[in-house]
């Protein structure tokens, strides 16, 4: 009841405001309740739908020289058809001759109306959602690379075998994958994809290769194979680190690689920790100085790791014993390597230390770290002073509970 | 049914008060082990006694695998040197030394008893405080067992500090590395220490004890006494060669005459030299009337010092293949040489002498471990010989 007076005040209303609005236009002489107003003429009805959609989703013709409306973010027209049937709308009923026979045995059918749909029209609109904008599929965090969805630092799997040569055990990942362009004399400013990875079966044999393509597909395909045609074996110590510390450079890129104990894990470039992962190298620490240009650090690793030596050939080379001290076996003495030949050394005779022979006389620049501004002010030196004698607290609260005591 | 529940029932019962009187018996057992197991004399000129030492460093041995086996520590870093063979050679002296110095036995001392000596009583003083006052002497350089620390109760009277005093002070000034002020809770809870013996944590218990406790306290003897007694059921003795403790718990079984499973070990794995200095051992801390000394100049003779063995071991991989490699090959592949075979003949004789006489307590087992060790020995030998006649090697 009260939706229905509520309904009959509103309306009057609502008929005045307009015929106070139009009342200027259209003659005033007839009856406000007799006017039913609608504007049957848009560009909606006028134009086509291809028209229509290039409205929403066309570029300009500058923009698509500069090669705007691709890749993601790009729109396309939706498919408005899509779900929908001749003669089931709105309403569903049933049209003799449309969507139903018109004579079904001896007996004519008339038109009919049925129950509602009402899940319709929220279909259809949940289809048109899903249709028109691209959208990213989940990634597994096992399959993801250094950052997001891109690629680099994903795994593209093993290269294609080629005739009866298989790669099974491969891993392949990409290092570096980014558009390039070159000039062309008729097709002006080309763009290509540039795929560089790697590949490698993690005990000691890997390959890397740059490939490019119009596609970022086949870029990564050609890259793949080709990084598995040029494999290269390198001697692992242990199965697990480079065989000693080495220095290697590249263009500008200087690479100073650092052997290291079990359980050390990878401390490097994040290109470089790829490339032990594919060759199994795990305990590994390596510092680059100059540019750090992926392709000249992976160039650069690749030849600091082809040309190590053997601690044989390194002893055979300096006629001086090789001898590895652990801490955690309190120092004791182990013979790596001795030479072929007994060479008696004078006490006089320099012996040169190891790492310096193995890092060919480079020396690491290791910065000075700048004190944060507050180091010497007074009131910091009031915070330390005040705080100095809780310095053993954590460690005495730590064996307490350890042993409670308490 | 009913019989066989019933049966069941019966053996039950059986098997429990079986059960209890076992457990009453091994109680009955343990503590008396545990009364006796104290020395009743001062051990410690005995135990220092040059000749004691010698024996009982022959009888720990130096596997340097063993002295320097990996540790878990928090720095696990490698250093890689060159180094010439005179610089490597000096090297492996010191290696030795560090590996004598890792297997310094603690000493096996009396228990100290505690002494109450008053330096003067002030009754004046009384009730000065509520609390006692205890004072350190500092000084750098002093050693902890000559620091002067006093007490003054609160009644007034200064008196030299208790031990147990003493050495809290002494932790809290100048702290030991490893040692606790409060009791380590495997020291203080039963079942804790009895897991750790359990699983024949015996080497990191031992380290512990000797890290938490003073050689002259009686809680060091008590817990060493028990892990020594639980060693002996176990038998699992190899896992203390070569450490530090290896000496005082061979040294303990001999006092307390009970060295004969440490002896079935020894021969079973072809220690003979060493089971002949355990039984020597035994006979110098009893005074038996046995002549021990000729048999064991003679080993020594025969046989180089741990340490030499260590050093000898060091120093082959140095060498490069000689003229007479082939000999030297015959002799890894038996693993004893012309020298090894003539000492166990004498040590055999002496052990069998040990087994005939009254001192033995497993006869049975002692006496088969010897027949099965000759027959290999035996088998050994004849092998040793035909592989040098098929080489044409020269008896030297």
């Known amino acids: 009841m009260s939706r229905l007076l509520f309904m009959s005040f509103i309306k009057p209303n609502w008929r005045a405001s307009t015929s106070i609005k139009l009342g200027n236009h259209i003659n005033t002489l007839f009856p406000p309740s007799d ?40 729109k396309v027209a939706k498919d408005l058809n899509k779900g929908q049937t001749i003669g089931l709308g709105k309403k569903s009923c049933i049209w003799p001759g449309l969507n139903a026979p018109i004579l079904r045995g001896n007996e004519l059918i008339y038109q009919q109306k049925q129950s509602e ?44 075998s080629v005739g009866e040569d298989s790669f099974k055990l491969f891993d392949t990942r990409v290092l570096e994958n980014k558009i390039v362009f070159i000039m062309k004399g008729n097709m002006g400013r080309k763009r290509r994809y540039s795929v560089l990875s790697v590949t490698g079966n993690k005990n000691g044999l890997a390959g890397f290769a740059i490939a490019k393509a119009p596609e970022v597909r086949t870029a990564l395909r050609k890259s793949k194979n080709r990084a598995g045609q040029k494999l290269i074996s390198i001697n692992l110590y242990e199965n697990r680190t480079i065989n000693h510390d080495f220095y290697t450079a590249f263009g500008k890129t200087k690479i100073f690689v650092f052997k290291k ?53 390194i002893a055979k080379e300096t006629n001086l014993h090789i001898v590895e001290r652990q801490v955690a076996k309190n120092g004791f003495p182990q013979i790596k390597a001795s030479p072929l030949l007994n060479v008696n050394t004078s006490e006089k005779d320099r012996i040169i230390d190891f790492m310096q022979f193995t890092l060919g006389n480079k020396i690491v620049l290791k910065k000075k ?38 | 049914m009913l019989i066989l529940r019933q049966l069941r029932k019966l053996n039950g019962q059986q098997r429990l008060q079986l059960g209890v009187e076992q457990t009453r018996r091994s109680m009955a057992d343990a503590a008396q082990k545990n009364a006796s197991f104290q020395y009743d004399k001062d051990p410690q000129p005995l135990f220092t006694d040059a000749e004691t030492q010698r024996l009982l460093q022959s009888m720990t041995q130096l596997q340097l695998e063993k002295v320097f086996r990996k540790r878990t520590v928090p720095d696990n870093s490698t250093e890689t040197k060159f180094m010439t063979t005179a610089q490597l050679e000096k090297e492996f002296l010191q290696t030795i030394e560090k590996a004598k110095k890792l297997l310094q036995m603690p000493p096996v001392v009396q228990i100290k008893q505690d002494t109450e000596h008053i330096i003067s009583k002030d009754p004046a003083l009384k009730d000065f405080a509520d609390t006692k006052y205890v004072f350190t002497d500092i000084t750098f350089g002093l050693r902890n067992s000559e620091r002067k620390i006093v007490v003054r109760d609160a009644d007034g009277t200064l008196a030299y500090a208790p031990l147990e005093t003493r050495k809290r002070m002494n932790q809290l000034y100048f702290p030991l590395e490893g040692r606790r002020s409060y009791t380590p809770r495997m020291f203080t809870h039963d079942d804790l220490l009895q897991r750790c013996l359990d699983e024949h944590k015996y080497e990191f218990v ?50 307390h005459r009970c060295i004969d499973d440490l002896l079935y070990d020894m021969i079973r794995r072809d220690y003979l030299h060493n089971a002949v200095e355990l039984i020597s051992l035994s006979y110098k801390i009893h005074q038996v009337p046995v002549d021990y000394k000729p048999i064991l100049s003679q080993l020594e003779a025969l046989k180089p010092t741990p340490a030499q063995r260590a050093l000898a071991e060091l120093l082959s991989c140095l060498k490069k293949p000689a003229e007479n490699a082939i000999e030297h090959e015959i002799q890894t592949a038996i693993g004893k040489t012309e020298q090894d075979f003539a000492a166990d003949e004498i040590s055999l004789k002496f052990i069998e002498q040990y087994i005939g006489s009254k001192h033995a307590l497993k006869k049975v087992q002692l006496e088969l471990a010897v027949q099965t060790l000759k027959e290999v020995n035996l088998e050994k030998l004849q092998l040793y010989q035909g592989l040098k006649k098929a080489h044409g090697v020269q008896a030297s």
């Not at chain 1, 086509?48 to 020289?65: E, F, H, L, Y």
């Not at chain 1, 079990?262 to 540019?291: F, M, N, P, W």
């Not at chain 1, 910091?380 to 350890?402: A, C, G, P, T």
Request: proline share 4%; hydrophobic share 35%; charged share 25%.
């Open chain 1, 35 to 74: 006017c039913t107003l609608s504007r049957n003429i848009s560009f909606f009805n006028k134009l086509p739908a291809d028209d229509i959609w290039r409205g929403v989703t066309a570029v300009s013709n500058a923009g698509k020289k500069r090669g705007r409306g691709k890749g993601t973010g790009r």
């Open chain 1, 117 to 160: 749909n009402e899940d319709r029209e929220k279909n259809i609109i949940q289809l048109r959602d899903s249709m028109g904008n691209f959208k990213l599929s989940k990634l597994n965090p096992i399959d993801r690379g250094w950052s997001g969805t891109k690629m680099p630092g994903r795994s593209i799997g093993p290269p294609d």
């Open chain 1, 261 to 313: 104990p079990e359980g050390y894990g990878l401390v490097c470039h994040r290109a470089i920790q790829t490339i032990c992962k594919v060759l199994g190298i795990q305990d590994l620490y390596a510092k680059i100085e100059g540019s750090t240009n992926l392709q000249h650090i992976v160039k650069a690793f690749f030849i600091g790791l082809m040309r190590q030596k053997s601690y044989d050939a």
């Open chain 1, 369 to 406: 770290k700048i004190p944060p501004y507050f180091v010497n002010s007074k009131g910091h030196n009031i915070f330390e002073s005040k705080n100095e004698r809780f310095r053993n607290q954590q460690n005495v609260r730590l064996h307490k509970l350890v042993n409670s005591y308490i």
């Open chain 2, 206 to 255: 031992l380290d512990r004890l000797t890290v938490q406790y003073e050689p002259y306290e009686a809680e060091f003897h008590n817990f060493s006494a028990k892990v020594f007694a639980h060693l002996n059921e176990s038998k699992e003795f190899d896992l203390l060669r070569s450490t530090r403790h290896f000496g005082p718990m061979a040294f303990f079984y001999a006092w």
